[in-house]
């Protein structure tokens, strides 16, 4: 009986890689398997870069979960056969918190680098860096638009000069604002809406089409 419990619990992950903007790997493996089904993930891929963890936790059920979570995002598979999913990061870090609070990502990114060269990791980080930073412009949100907060609709914000936003008539930075109303949040662009489309999928937008 205890054997069933130990092969019953496993580990639901979330990756993503440079190389695929806007794209997040969900799978899940054995707690057993893990470090070799992270060996695994780059080498048989094909990817030009390595994955890195955003997310992970141990699960009980694994298996159903994984079915269960391809299912819910099914709208953001784009292709059946591979576990890769075109959505908002926080989407998916949002489910898999209520699944397994504890993120264990630090030792899944361990086992993902245990077997990649230094030149690979270097790669990893300078495509990473060569990404531009965040501009309104970019997406082609003029000063004086209005950003809608995604978790209260009443809640908006104007886009002026420098790249800033202004919020009850004071100036400061998306994330500033999204950090007074929303201190958990690490990554405000998913929760702002222009035009009905978060910022985060204009953003990943203007990065394919450049």
């Excluded at 398997?33 to 390595?50: F, N, W």
């Excluded at 298996?63 to 989407?91: G, Q, S």
């Excluded at 870090?93 to 993902?112: F, H, S, V, W």
């Excluded at 000063?143 to 919020?167: H, P, S």
Aim: glycine share 4%.
């Amino acid at each position: 009986m205890e054997n069933q419990k130990e092969e019953n619990v496993g580990i639901v992950y979330a990756l993503t890689n440079p190389a695929m903007p806007g794209l997040v790997k969900i799978g899940t493996t054995s707690r057993m398997e893990i470090a070799q089904r992270m060996k695994e993930l780059y080498s048989s891929t094909g990817v030009p870069l390595p994955f890195e963890c955003v997310y992970a936790c141990e699960i009980t059920n694994f298996a159903r979960t994984e079915k269960a979570l391809h299912v819910a995002f099914a709208p953001d598979r784009i292709n059946p056969n591979r576990e890769f999913f075109k959505m908002d990061i926080e989407r998916v870090i949002a489910i898999l918190e209520l699944l397994g609070p504890n993120n264990i990502k630090k030792e899944i990114n361990n086992d993902l680098d245990a077997d990649i060269s230094t030149e690979e990791k270097v790669a990893r980080e300078t495509m990473k860096k060569k990404r531009p930073a965040f501009n309104f412009e970019r997406m082609g949100i003029p000063i004086g638009a209005k950003l809608t907060y995604k978790n209260n609709n009443n809640i908006e914000i104007e886009v002026i000069e420098g790249n800033k936003v202004k919020y009850n008539n004071e100036i400061m930075s998306l994330s500033a604002v999204t950090q007074r109303l929303s201190p958990n949040i690490t990554h405000p662009t998913p929760y702002w809406i222009y035009e009905g489309e978060t910022l985060s999928n204009l953003w990943e937008k203007s990065l394919v089409e450049c």
